[in-house]
């Protein structure tokens, strides 16, 4: 018996901080599912490193997201490569730790310019693509920090939440071209961001006794998200938020109360 089609096939897709990570995960996912796979990062080893293992469906190409003439060389390569572009990950995203009067001007504009300007740079650079063919979506990975406020990240909750309203934005202005625009906002995730001393998870899970789910999240559980709304089964999902978060997001427990942990 012949091996069903996968949720991706025929479709090509561009996935930023595609090398490792959520970004890895999404990649190979992508690929699993029968897309042609443009992986796109400033890690060079690693990107080419996964694009050599997924095989002849996938390609690397270094990205600096903030670069606009980056960009370009991306979209170029990408049409060049598989003659289309049917999704787009925004996916790169760097973190710093650290309160408003901490934070240097530069520090600042240096998050902003990599979480949310190279955001807009990737939509502005490959929705043309997509318009010309009718057809598209583009997943903005945003965080549940872009939609609340959390103490140290004054850069990144400002970047998160500058993703979550140009996502709307595009939505309306992409969606009568065929373009579905939509953010998925991660919790918590087991990455090198998130758990950049690699902490073993037994123990990282010990920081997530508020989340509902107890534990942390898994960089494939954000993957699959993506997968859905890069998907024809998210068809008529456009402008819309897609926590992952375990549960972080809807409340917190009072301890020692009915319906709490251990009660």
């Excluded at 490792?20 to 190979?28: E, F, L, N, V």
């Excluded at 240096?110 to 063919?133: D, K, Q, S």
């Excluded at 107890?214 to 494939?220: K, N, S, T």
Aim: proline residues 4%.
């Amino acid at each position: 018996m012949s091996k069903p089609a996968g949720r991706l096939a025929g479709k090509t897709a561009i996935i930023t901080g595609g090398a490792r990570a959520m970004g890895g995960a999404t990649s190979q996912l992508f690929a699993d599912e029968g897309a042609e796979v443009v992986i796109a990062d400033v890690l060079a080893d690693e990107g080419a490193a996964l694009a050599a293992s997924i095989g002849s469906t996938a390609m690397f190409q270094k990205l600096d997201v903030s670069n606009e003439d980056n960009w370009q060389a991306v979209g170029d390569a990408a049409m060049s490569r598989f003659g289309k572009v049917d999704i787009l990950v925004n996916n790169a995203g760097i973190l710093i730790f650290k309160s408003i009067l901490d934070t240097t001007l530069e520090e600042y504009e240096r998050v902003l310019r990599v979480n949310l300007v190279g955001c807009f740079l990737g939509m502005r650079t490959i929705a043309p693509h997509m318009i010309a063919a009718g057809k598209g979506a583009i997943v903005n990975i945003s965080s549940i920090d872009g939609m609340k406020g959390a103490n140290s990240l004054a850069a990144y909750a400002s970047s998160k939440w500058g993703v979550r309203g140009i996502s709307k934005v595009a939505a309306l202005e992409f969606g009568h071209k065929g373009i579905r625009v939509n953010s998925v906002h991660p919790g918590g995730i087991n990455t090198p961001m998130g758990n950049p001393g690699g902490v073993p998870i037994e123990e990282v899970n010990k920081l997530y006794t508020q989340v509902p789910m107890q534990r942390v999240g898994h960089p494939e559980e954000v993957a699959r998200a993506s997968l859905f709304l890069a998907s024809d089964d998210a068809s008529y999902i456009n402008g819309a938020e897609l926590i992952v978060d375990g549960g972080w997001q809807a409340g917190h427990y009072y301890l020692g109360y009915p319906g709490a942990p251990g009660v």
